[in-house]
């Protein structure tokens, strides 16, 4: 889900709970807010970073606020306490279609109906006959309304970045409240997989049940499916499934490879260990009745004869065989990343903002820090802003960390975007808006200087399922002109995804990892996205001391650029 998708949604679900309150005017306020913030053209943040939000039509001061709450902290305190104030079947009843926050307020204040089983028991006992507006056909009607909501399908699959924070603040706040030792997420978010179905999250614990009372009763639990002594299944805002399982320490190696899959993966482990006589689940691996392997998943792998594979790669495509034969690729990890390339400037950046950057930065052992000017920021006082930004550079005490100021250029566009006055150490390309954008033919690449690499090859602001379906012609333009591709904590909002990555890798395109909009740890996701393409750091220019200096980049098979083709 996009920032702008998600605000809005959040909006439309205030407006429905102001409703079950009966309040008059503010719900319109926060539809018609959500309204416009869903056919905006651009990302909230690029307008929050501009200042401009209070230039959209309907959002006054107090939404502003709000927005920037969600941008800052992925949340709406407000929302959340208004959902405190209505029982979680409330809320369940309100979202069935046809039923909706009026006549849920109804049922609830007349009839101490509480939640979608709590109607289907009043209808059968008839506590709604002589109700007004409730006539026999009406009843019915609901009635079948409910019987269609429990058979509905599950919710869409989540965007990886937003799966990613849920789950990270989901595990802080059961390893601080409760006496978890282990912790981690399974299932595709910990492989990296471009969107999450669900998030599958196991831990051990000295007391299980408590765990397990505290995780059904997070603020952003919005209904329980299931509670038991070591399982719970609940849907957590803004519709996300998170099941959980407690499990033995003797068991959390097992578990942990069974519940991170994939599913084929793990159908093949499962004939490989036929074949050695022993057997293979969530607990361990078992010869008769003895026990093998399960503490962790490396004795699980070894009990098979593998080497452990690293989970982004578990997909059954080649790495088991790898495995078994020794070859499992050298994969880029988080520690062999040097900088960031890609980190927009604020609209006014300040000597705080650079400051927090910097100690980030520098925390990480990184040799350099590129800084953006955003694409829709070209064309200001960019001759003012550098001198600035290079002042609050030195104010910050970078040490050995060295500052790259990078520049987005659209690619194809007017040629006066570019940096005439060579102001920058790089640009980066971005494709031109809509999503059927190509690579620019021979005559565009006429700007003076070649980017470095090409940013934001996503979809259009609306974000959609799909990569971009022409993503073939800008890996085999950035081939040709020896320009690398970047990938994004995103996911599938990203544009490229792990089959193009991994097509990019074998044409000798370079990758840039670039982190989210929140602090560097984001970049984990980046550097998993490329695991999972089967990089290793040869392939990753942010790998390398120099970035991107003033050498083009060299990939491994990297073709030359064509004659004429610019620079
Ligand atoms: P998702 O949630 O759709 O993004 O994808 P996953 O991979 O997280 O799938 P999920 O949540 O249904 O199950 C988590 C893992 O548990 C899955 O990757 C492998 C394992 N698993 C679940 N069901 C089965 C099954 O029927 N057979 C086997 N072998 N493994 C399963
Ligand atoms: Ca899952
Ligand atoms: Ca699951």
Known sequence: MSTNSGVAQIFYAIADLLDLQSERFKPDAYRRAARSIESLGEDLRNVAQRGALDEIPGVGEALHEKIGEYLRDGRISYYDKLQATFPPGVLELMRIPGIGPKTTGRFYLQLQIDSPTALAHAIDQGRLVGLSGFGPRKIEKLREALRTAAAAPPAARTP???????????????????????????????????????????????????????????????????????????????????????????????ALQYFTGSKDHNIHLRSLARDLGLKINEYGVLRGEERVAGVTEAEVYESLGLAWIPPEIRENQGEIEAAQTGHLPTLVSVDQLRGELHRHLPDAPTAEWMAALVTDARRRGFQYLGLVVPAARNGDSLGRLVPEVRRFWSDAAPGALRLRLGLEVVLGGPTDRYDPESLFDYLIGVPAPGPAAQPPTPPATRPPRRPAFVG?????????????????????????????????????????????????REAGVGLVLSGGLGDLSELELSVGRARRAWVSAEGVLNSRADGVGAAAPKGPKRKRPAPGAGN
């Open 160 to 254: 990886l970045l937003t799966a990613w924070r849920l789950a990270r603040s989901v595990i802080s706040e059961l390893s601080s409240r409760t006496p978890v030792q282990d912790i981690t997420a399974a299932g595709s978010l910990r492989r990296c997989r471009e969107s999450v179905g669900d998030l599958d999250i196991l831990a051990t614990s000295a007391r299980p049940p408590e765990t397990i009372a505290v995780f059904t009763g997070l603020a952003g639990v919005r209904s329980i499916l299931l509670q038991g002594d070591t399982k719970a299944t609940v849907i957590h805002e803004p519709g996300i499934q998170i099941d959980l399982r407690v499990v033995e320490p003797a068991s959390f190696g097992a």
């Open 456 to 504: 934001h090859l996503r979809l259009g602001p609306a974000g959609g399922d799909a990569p971009r379906e022409s993503t073939g012609p800008w890996i085999e333009w950035c081939a040709t002109h020896g320009v690398a591709l970047e990938l994004t904590p995103l996911g599938i909002e990203d544009g490229l995804d792990a089959a193009g990555a991994r097509r990019a």
